[in-house]
Antibody
């Protein structure tokens, strides 16, 4: 059973960089069959896809966040990470990591439990 | 504003049937891309409920069903139960993004 677990600071100051890591267990992130994504959800609001990475390191980002987002992968640790720079209060949200197969419009079949990140001074 | 449009809320009494719509356009659902549905119980991560328009993952009761036609998709829940009270999201592909979500629909069981 694949499991994903987010980790990282729960509080980030405005203008700083938000950094989160997703650790994958029960399967290899290097299997080559999946995209690994970050998705966020502000309190009381809907889901927003942030970006994805393939095991090769190839990335795609949501155009609305592209200038501030970096997603990387560490296959030796079976982890992938999110960095979001120049954060503001609008970036306060629960951040999820998730997996999908490599196919157009594929669903997210496994999700992490989510981690709340609050942007505040 | 979400690329996919869902009603903010729906409600039904136990045992009844409810449907949740997901309306897109020619750049997403209407282009033939699959629609998926997620159930999000309070305080938890979304859970895949329907994939590929009408397929249920293992363990999802057959009370849940999905369909797609033209630029829209629907999720139907029959024999409504109290435990079905949750937020429901549709998801698809759009020419502007690999993944787009609906704004979510809150289901209240009366």
């Amino acid at each position: 059973q694949v499991q994903l677990q987010e980790s990282g600071p729960g509080l980030v100051k405005p203008s700083q960089t938000l950094s989160l890591t997703c650790t994958v267990s029960g399967g290899s992130i290097s299997s080559g069959s999946y995209y690994w994504s970050w998705i966020r959800q502000p309190a009381g609001k809907g889901l927003e896809w942030i970006g994805r990475i393939y095991t090769s390191g190839s990335t795609n980002y949501n155009p609305s966040l592209k200038s501030r987002v970096t997603i990387s992968v560490d296959t030796s640790k079976n982890q992938f990470s999110l960095k979001l720079s120049s954060v503001t209060a609008a970036d306060t949200a629960v951040y999820y990591c998730a997996r999908s197969v490599i196919a157009a419009a594929a669903p997210f079949d496994y999700w992490g439990q989510g981690t709340l990140v609050t942007v505040s001074s | 504003q979400s690329v996919l449009t869902q009603p903010p809320s729906v409600s039904g009494a136990p045992g009844q049937r409810v449907t949740i719509s997901c309306t897109g356009s020619s750049s997403n659902i209407g282009a033939g891309y699959d629609v998926h549905w997620y159930q999000q119980l309070p305080g938890t991560a979304p859970k895949l409920l329907i994939y590929g328009n009408s397929n249920r993952p293992s363990g999802v009761p057959d009370r849940f069903s999905g369909s797609k036609s033209g630029t829209s998709a629907s999720l139907a829940i029959t024999g409504l139960q109290a435990e079905d009270e949750a937020d429901y999201y549709c998801q698809s592909y759009d020419s502007s993004l690999p993944w787009v979500f609906g704004g979510g629909t809150k289901l209240t069981v009366l």
